[in-house]
């Protein structure tokens, strides 16, 4: 497959995704978000995490402000993508507490403001949780595009955070087409459903 088709058939099924979670009414997301946190906080690996990366909602994601109010009640060290300022592409995650002002970056995404005494190294966080447009049954993710987070994920095995997705189940497709540079993540939990993957 030439890497125009391939770009072409991906921005068709983010255009598709991403119309499908938009058109979810608030009542459906409030559920999707509520069982959501159920399941997440039922994953031993989150029981034993004592940070946890995660993001703030943004295009019809699934909502995750019921999961970090709940993780926050856990005594869980909570922190959140920034847009890194000198690495293109790249991210910082900062702690995030219900104190923290947020602003909205370019894409206008709300993140913390930068502070380099609230940055958080990839070594001491346990889980990253990763949005995702799309995914499969292999554990193949597609992302906005930007390669934020394959950027973060990359060979992310001998790291020392173990990385999962959050998607709604309408999120789901048959089979991605997939680029080199994709990272497959080993897990995704759904609203009804954890999703194991071979990694």
Not at 31 to 48: C, E, M, R, T, W
Not at 105 to 129: A, H, K, M, Q
Not at 164 to 191: F, M, N, R, S, Y
């Given at each position: 497959m030439t890497n125009a088709l391939l770009f072409q058939q991906r921005d068709q099924i983010r255009k598709a995704i991403r119309q499908q979670r938009r058109s979810l009414t608030p009542e459906q997301q409030q559920l999707a978000a509520q069982q959501l946190s159920d399941n997440v906080l039922s994953h031993p690996k989150i029981k034993d995490a004592d940070t946890i990366a995660l993001f703030l909602s943004f295009d019809g994601e699934?909502?995750?402000?019921?999961?970090?109010?709940?993780?926050?009640?856990?005594?869980?060290?909570?922190?959140?993508?920034i847009l890194h300022p000198f690495h293109r592409h790249h991210l910082l995650f900062l702690r995030y507490t219900h104190k923290t002002q947020l602003i909205k970056n370019r894409f206008n995404i709300s993140e913390p403001p930068l502070n380099v005494?609230?940055?958080?190294?990839?070594?001491?966080?346990?889980?990253?949780f990763t949005p995702l447009v799309a995914f499969d049954?292999?554990?193949?993710?597609?992302?906005?595009?930007?390669?934020?987070?394959?950027?973060?994920?990359?060979?992310?095995?001998?790291?020392?955070?173990?990385p999962i997705g959050l998607a709604h189940t309408c999120q789901q497709v048959e089979q991605l087409p997939v680029a080199d540079w994709d990272v497959p993540l080993p897990e995704i939990i759904t609203p009804n459903k954890i999703w194991h993957f071979s990694s």
């Amino acid at each position: 497959m030439t890497n125009a088709l391939l770009f072409q058939q991906r921005d068709q099924i983010r255009k598709a995704i991403r119309q499908q979670r938009r058109s979810l009414t608030p009542e459906q997301q409030q559920l999707a978000a509520q069982q959501l946190s159920d399941n997440v906080l039922s994953h031993p690996k989150i029981k034993d995490a004592d940070t946890i990366a995660l993001f703030l909602s943004f295009d019809g994601e699934i909502d995750t402000a019921p999961l970090i109010l709940q993780l926050w009640a856990l005594n869980k060290k909570i922190c959140l993508p920034i847009l890194h300022p000198f690495h293109r592409h790249h991210l910082l995650f900062l702690r995030y507490t219900h104190k923290t002002q947020l602003i909205k970056n370019r894409f206008n995404i709300s993140e913390p403001p930068l502070n380099v005494n609230d940055v958080i190294p990839l070594s001491e966080i346990d889980i990253i949780f990763t949005p995702l447009v799309a995914f499969d049954s292999s554990g193949q993710r597609l992302g906005m595009g930007g390669g934020f987070y394959d950027r973060t994920l990359e060979n992310w095995q001998q790291k020392s955070f173990y990385p999962i997705g959050l998607a709604h189940t309408c999120q789901q497709v048959e089979q991605l087409p997939v680029a080199d540079w994709d990272v497959p993540l080993p897990e995704i939990i759904t609203p009804n459903k954890i999703w194991h993957f071979s990694s």
